[in-house]
Nanobody, 123 residues
Framework: QVHLVESGGGSVQSGGSLRLSCATSGDVRNMYCIGWFRQAPGKEREGVGTIHRNGTTTYADPLKGRFTITQDNTRNTIFLQMNGLKPEDRGMYFC?????????????????WGQGTQVTVAT
């Protein structure tokens, strides 16, 4: 069993920053990959990036350089640092976990999901 809880969302001005957190608990065998995803109103959910337990990270190409995923030493909390936020970054942000046999953490592998945290970016 896996339990994921996101926090840190809110409203920020364009160009601002936010750091989201994903608190994890449960069977570590199901959490070798942690991913961040987002869904804007009226749009499909899309991948933001992933981090494997060994520290390997991947990012969606348009977000490289602005978004960074890290984990604390215990790996109980995964962070998403978002800088230079734009109005198009608004949406519900989710973290998810996967067993993680592949270090690149393919988006299709994610099975367990949190409830999400809302991000709003004002112009």
């Amino acid at each position: 069993q896996v339990h994921l809880v996101e926090s840190g969302g809110g409203s920020v001005q364009s160009g601002g920053s936010l750091r989201l957190s994903c608190a994890t608990s449960g069977d570590v065998r199901n959490m070798y990959c942690i991913g961040w995803f987002r869904q804007a109103p009226g749009k499909e959910r899309e991948g933001v990036g992933t981090i494997h337990r060994n520290g390997t990270t991947t990012y969606a190409d348009p977000l490289k350089g602005r978004f960074t995923i890290t984990q604390d030493n215990t790996r109980n909390t995964i962070f998403l640092q978002m800088n230079g936020l734009k109005p198009e970054d608004r949406g519900m942000y989710f973290c998810a976990s996967a067993v993680g046999g592949d270090y690149s953490c393919p988006y299709a592998d994610f099975k367990w999901w949190g409830q999400g945290t809302q991000v709003t970016v004002a112009t």
